[in-house]
């Protein structure tokens, strides 16, 4: 109870699957007391692309655009564009991050790959030195909930798609873990689509029940051992 929750949600779809899981998240949450917050990413309609607009004013280097060093210099003299300072608001505010997504090619959609790639700017999430166990935004949690065509048998070690955590190496690793985000086991619903009705209430409940008890559980040990063993 009391604990701030940010759910990024990237749907287009509130009948969808990730629809039902999304609004699963709210209501449990919201029943245990905590604070929810949802970007809604498609009803937001959220801007995916890195640009110049997102630096308010001056430019450090208007001779040659450099998108990671401006946007750092923009931060530091509090000049991002007003989108970008309202998510970086509710990231700072949050204890945990939840990502609610279907799989596209093997990733995030590109409009949820487009807030990381915005949000999470050098000073306010990571610095020189300050990456991994030591990135800026410690004492928070991540959780990557998706869904996805595939079924499970397909993404296991032998599957054709190979085991999953491959997939989840760049986002929990490469974003998470390197802005100094613990990551807590994904959530993984597989082929809503293509499964019976039943099958389908059934993984409602099981992240129903998962939510009940999120606060008890431990991060994993976001290593390379955890994804290439
Ligand atoms: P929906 O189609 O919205 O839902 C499935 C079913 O659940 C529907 O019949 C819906 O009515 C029903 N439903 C919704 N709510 C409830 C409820 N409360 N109770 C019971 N039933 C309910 N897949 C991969 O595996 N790998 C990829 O690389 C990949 N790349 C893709 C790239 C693109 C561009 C696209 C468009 C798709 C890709 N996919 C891939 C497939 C994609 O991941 C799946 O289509 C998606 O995850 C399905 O989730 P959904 O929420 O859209 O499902
Ligand atoms: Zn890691």
């Known amino acids: 109870p009391g604990k701030k929750v940010l759910i990024v949600y990237a749907h287009q ?7 039902s899981l999304l609004k699963i998240a709210v209501e449990e949450l919201t029943k245990q007391g905590c604070s929810v917050t949802v970007s809604d990413l498609y009803a937001m309609q959220f801007e995916p692309r890195a640009t110049r607009n997102d630096i308010v004013g001056h430019l450090h280097n ?8 401006e946007t750092w210099e923009a931060y530091k003299r509090g000049g991002l564009s007003k989108d970008l300072v309202e998510e970086q608001k509710k990231v700072q505010e949050a204890d945990l991050l939840i990502f609610q997504f279907p ?5 995030m959609p590109a409009i949820l790959k487009g807030w990381m790639d915005r949000v999470l700017v050098q000073g306010f999430a990571y610095d020189l030195s300050k990456a991994y166990d030591g990135g800026l935004l ?11 065509g595939g079924s ?26 390197f802005c100094g985000v613990k990551v807590l086991e994904p959530h993984i619903c597989y082929a809503p689509e293509n499964v019976s ?3 389908r ?12 008890t999120l606060w008890k559980e431990e991060p994993i040990d976001c290593s390379p051992e955890w994804y290439f063993k």
């Open 138 to 148: 410690q004492d928070k949690l991540s959780l990557f909930s998706f869904t996805t």
């Open 62 to 69: 208007s001779e040659a655009f450099n998108y990671g060093v």
């Open 152 to 177: 499970q048998e397909m993404y296991s070690n032998e599957g054709i798609g190979g085991d999953i955590r491959y997939v989840l190496w760049p986002m929990q690793h490469g974003i998470m873990h």
């Open 201 to 212: 209430k059934e993984m409602l409940t099981a992240w129903t029940q998962r939510l009940k």
């Open 13 to 19: 779809e509130p009948k969808s699957f990730n629809g």
């Open 103 to 107: 799989l596209f090619w093997f990733n």
């Open 197 to 199: 009705e039943d099958k």
